[in-house]
């Protein structure tokens, strides 16, 4: 079974467009979704999780900020998910000019799919989780049912979790956690990417990606990120 690595919004461009993509997208463990009008893109930013926005530019006036408002708002689901703009190569130029003011990278449509697939998958590599200054229960259940596992975590991000365990799961395992939260436990999917370095690292375990979460879980998770001094505001 193939890793789901999770869902790519794809906006203000047309159909034809983003169905060159799409297929190595799908090949790569992706879920692809198509919302041409920017306007109700910006709307499903506020209310759903993606682990990659891929834009056309130029956009109508004022889309393109809207994008930025709904990805880097306070309590955004998408906070800290990779945009990627796909420019004609004569705009190109004005699209770079937007990298590291909101926009991750920016790309010529006229480059090949494995391209954006490649920049892609690095922008959902899981970033170094960030300590936190109290240690976490987290309740870890798999996804299959069958066995049910108690660990802790106290190196969190908004993006994965580093768990301590001396026998971890396979890399490749897919499992849905809850994280106990003061404020209330926060329910997702998450998938184990690697395992720690015995003697090198803080923790014997393995480290894990969010897939998604449940309801507003990423908003509250990053909510208490923030609160506890390890995210910027």
């Known amino acids: 079974m193939m890793e789901n690595k999770g869902r790519i919004l794809f906006t203000g461009m047309s159909a034809d467009t983003a169905g060159r993509y799409e297929p190595g997208l799908v090949d790569a463990g992706f879920d692809v979704m198509l919302e041409s009008d920017t306007d109700r893109a910006v709307s499903f930013l506020k209310e759903q999780g993606f682990q990659a926005i891929v834009s056309g530019y130029p956009l109508v006036t004022g889309q393109l900020g809207g994008i930025l ?48 697939r490649i920049v892609i ?68 999917d998450a998938i184990v990417v690697r395992h720690t370095f015995e003697g090198r690292e803080p923790i014997d375990g393995f480290g894990a990606r969010f897939l998604g979460f449940q309801g507003d879980g990423q908003s509250r998770l990053l909510r208490f990120l923030r609160e506890a001094g390890k995210l910027d505001t």
Do not use: C
């Not at 990779?82 to 004609?88: C, E, R, T």
């Not at 301590?164 to 956690?177: E, I, Y």
């Open 121 to 188: 998958e690095r922008l959902v590599e899981t970033a170094q989780p960030m300590a936190l200054r109290l240690p976490l229960a987290i309740e870890v259940s798999a996804i299959s049912g069958r066995e049910h596992f108690e660990w802790t975590t106290d190196n969190l991000s908004g993006g994965g979790m580093l768990i301590g365990t001396p026998d971890p799961p396979k890399v490749g395992n897919a499992f849905r956690f809850s994280l106990a939260l003061p404020e209330g436990d926060v329910e997702g």
């Open 69 to 116: 408002e709904a990805l880097r708002g306070k309590d955004s689901p998408n906070y800290g998910t990779g945009l990627v703009l796909l420019a004609q190569r004569k705009r190109l130029r004005a699209a770079a000019g937007l990298v590291g003011r909101g926009v991750n990278k920016a790309l010529s449509i006229e480059e090949g799919p494995t391209v954006l």
